[in-house]
């Protein structure tokens, strides 16, 4: 073979190693970035399940758990506070000074409602609404004067229903009772909290949650009617009935004297009589707690005081 012919074949022969060696390379790249394609995809996946595990415990709850409230610590100290408001601040406070609705609690008449031999006080609501969101403070206060809760978590009232509707006093700053327990060796709390504050689409409402009895729904038709409530609020919530002795139907004073306040800061009002919250707040325990008293022959007598046993009767 001639000089000439094994040049050409020499150099064939490198086209051909350089051409095998950039294919190798562009080989190496594609499985690499394969490789960092299919690792990205993993992290997609992995978060895309987080969320969908945070969305479904969210919902398990029965609540929107965007901003709300304390938890931890600061949730212990909040709960704390709400369930040893002193007798001195509400004794000062007395009814509130007129802060409180005129139909905050009245009288009824009916079979006495009792569960395990004791007094039944039945609250039937809705974590959406921000007229229960303003009762259960008042109830809280009130009722940790006669016994002891667990398990409460803070909420808020509702923005926007299911159809896009705004809601008055929109995330009002309240407690649930979906998880909560009470005991107390003078009554029952029965609390049934109807719908969560999270928006469905589908009914145009909220997403069901806690359904009342036959006989708690009986309760509710019968008594939240006028008088107990305005003409035309019939089944208005919160619906409160203390052993069918005496029921509150819808808030018992104007949500908006919590509106842009943190949990903190009206649980420590609770204790200032001079504070709005606690005219609010404190008034309307007062008049629960007379309720409650009227129930249990002004037992204790720490918490049915003189000022509140003046109260009961004038309800």
């Known amino acids: 073979m001639g000089k000439a012919s094994r040049t050409k074949v020499e150099v064939s022969r490198r086209e051909k190693i350089a051409a095998q060696q950039a294919a190798a390379r562009?080989?190496?790249q594609r499985r690499r970035i394969f490789i960092a394609s299919g690792s990205i995809i993993v992290v997609l996946v992995i978060v895309l399940v987080f969320v969908v595990v945070k969305l479904n415990s969210s919902s398990s709850s029965g609540t929107d758990t965007s901003s709300n409230g304390p938890t931890g610590s600061a949730l212990t100290s909040v709960v704390n506070t709400v369930t040893s408001v002193p007798a001195s601040a509400l004794d000062a406070v007395g009814s509130g000074s007129g802060q409180v609705y005129a139909h905050a609690v009245q009288s009824i008449k009916g079979t006495p409602l009792t569960?395990?031999?004791k007094p039944q006080v039945?609250?039937?609501?809705a974590e959406y609404c921000p007229y229960c969101a303003a009762e259960r403070w008042a109830l809280i206060v009130a009722l940790s004067r006669f016994g002891t809760f667990t398990g409460l978590s803070t909420v808020h009232s509702a923005r926007q229903n299911g159809a896009g509707e705004n809601e008055p006093y929109p995330d009002t700053p309240t407690w649930t009772f979906v998880h909560a327990t009470y005991t107390s060796q003078y009554l029952?709390?029965?609390?049934v909290e109807?719908?969560?504050?999270?928006?469905d689409s589908a009914n145009k409402g909220y997403t069901p949650l806690q359904t009342p009895t036959s006989a708690e729904e009986a309760l509710l038709v019968k008594y939240d009617v006028p008088p107990l409530?305005?003409?035309g609020y019939q089944g208005a919530i919160p619906f409160v009935d203390f052993g069918n002795k005496y029921a509150i139907g819808g808030a018992s004073y104007?949500?908006?004297d919590l509106a842009g306040l943190s949990w903190a800061t009206i649980a420590s009002d609770l204790s200032n009589p001079n504070t709005t919250v606690a005219k609010a707040v404190d008034g309307t325990a007062n008049l629960i707690t007379a309720a409650i008293c009227g129930?249990?022959?002004n037992a204790p007598a720490s918490a049915c005081t003189s000022t509140v046993q003046s109260l009961e009767s004038q309800i």
């Open 254 to 256: 104007d949500p908006g």
């Open 295 to 297: 129930l249990t022959n």
């Open 122 to 125: 039945l609250y039937i609501g």
């Open 229 to 231: 409530v305005p003409a």
């Open 115 to 117: 569960l395990n031999g």
């Open 26 to 28: 562009r080989a190496e």
């Open 194 to 199: 109807t719908f969560t504050n999270i928006p």
């Open 188 to 191: 029952t709390f029965t609390p």
